[in-house]
């Protein structure tokens, strides 16, 4: 590939990064507020109904918050990777969305395995670090090499 020339491909990973990273975002955002408002709704109950609220929810306090350093953490290297495939550099592109995808599939396992239903978010969550996976590390892995 000559020097300068970035693949379609990769810019549409690219792009795709960015559009999931800024969802992630705010979903993390969502999920930090759900936190504060049962927090302040168990400074409000007397009774314990927080606790109920949040089992309610489906939510229990420890895997919630690995859910949200997780969903964080995914988040912040897929724009970060994503940097990196329009840079065309090895370490912030492909080392940065080899770890995206790991730790991606560790977290839609965990959820899964918390009891997370199998829907599309699910699915996306499955295919989409797979398929970054094997894309930077096949098909675009002579092109992040800068």
């Known amino acids: 590939m000559a020097e300068g020339k970035r693949p379609g491909g990769l810019t549409a990973l690219a792009v795709l990064n960015f559009v999931f990273g800024g969802l992630g975002a705010l979903a993390v955002l969502g999920m930090i507020a759900l936190v504060g408002v049962v927090a302040g709704a168990a400074n409000i109950a007397t009774d314990g109904e927080a606790g109920e609220l949040m089992v309610e929810a489906g939510l229990s306090g420890g895997m919630l918050m690995v859910t949200i350093v997780l969903m964080a953490a995914s988040c912040a290297l897929l724009i970060v990777s ?4 329009l840079k065309q550099k090895r370490v912030l592109g492909r080392t940065m969305g080899t770890l995206y995808g790991i730790l991606a599939l560790l977290g839609t396992a965990i959820g899964i395995a918390g ?3 199998f829907e599309l978010a699910t699915i996306i969550g499955l295919v989409y ?4 996976l094997i894309l930077i590390n096949t098909t675009f892995k002579e092109d992040l090499v800068n």
């Open 115 to 117: 009891g997370q239903g």
């Open 129 to 132: 670090p797979v398929l970054t």
């Open 82 to 85: 994503g940097v990196g495939y």
